[in-house]
């Protein structure tokens, strides 16, 4: 029970820094990104997080891809966004997938579950601080709202399928 709240108090505390960081203008490094990497790592770590009764899906576009980024940003996103996905999904599946729009210079991940879902009246206030729907889940309501600050950082947006309801789909947008 120690170590469990030792490490909620951790990641609160990395919370709070790195919205600090992220809320003053430092310039974000880009360098070369492997996107399939970015993926299989976040898969990787947040595996054992799932029930039994959950299928973890990777839907890459590409057999490769590099674009120009942050790949510590971008895992810390797709780390945050399959750990609700774990916390609210207790059978199914949940689906990383990406998709290149080369028009629009955009990268599109997508986190897809069969979950309980987000009511769409509390889809947009998720992404404020300190925000929970359930009071009874882990975590400080903080991860969404840093994910968001990421995204935009990055040159792209976060937000919620309003048309997706067999669960959440969570739309992670960077440029490249």
Not at 104 to 126: A, K, S, Y
Request: glycine fraction near 8%; charge should be negative.
């Amino acid at each position: 029970l120690i170590e469990s709240n030792s490490k909620l108090l951790l990641k609160l505390v990395g919370d709070i820094l790195d919205i600090s960081i992220l809320d003053s203008e430092v310039e974000i490094k880009h360098n070369a990104v492997d996107v399939n990497a970015c993926c299989q790592a976040s898969i990787d770590a947040a595996g054992a997080s799932f029930d039994p009764g959950v299928k973890l899906i990777f839907e890459p576009a590409c057999d490769e891809l590099i674009i120009n980024s942050n790949y510590n940003y971008i895992v810390q996103v797709l780390d945050n966004l399959l750990g609700n996905a774990s916390k609210f999904t207790h059978e199914g599946s949940v689906t990383l997938a990406y998709e290149v729009k080369k028009e629009e210079n955009q990268l599109i991940f997508t986190v897809t579950d069969t979950g309980i879902g987000i009511p769409v009246e509390e889809q947009e206030r998720v992404f404020e601080r300190f925000v929970k729907l359930d009071n009874f889940s882990q975590g400080a309501g903080l991860g969404l709202s840093i994910c968001r600050i990421v995204a935009e950082r990055l040159g792209g947006y976060l937000r919620i399928d309003k048309g997706y309801t067999q669960g959440t789909r969570v739309i992670f947008c960077v440029s490249m």
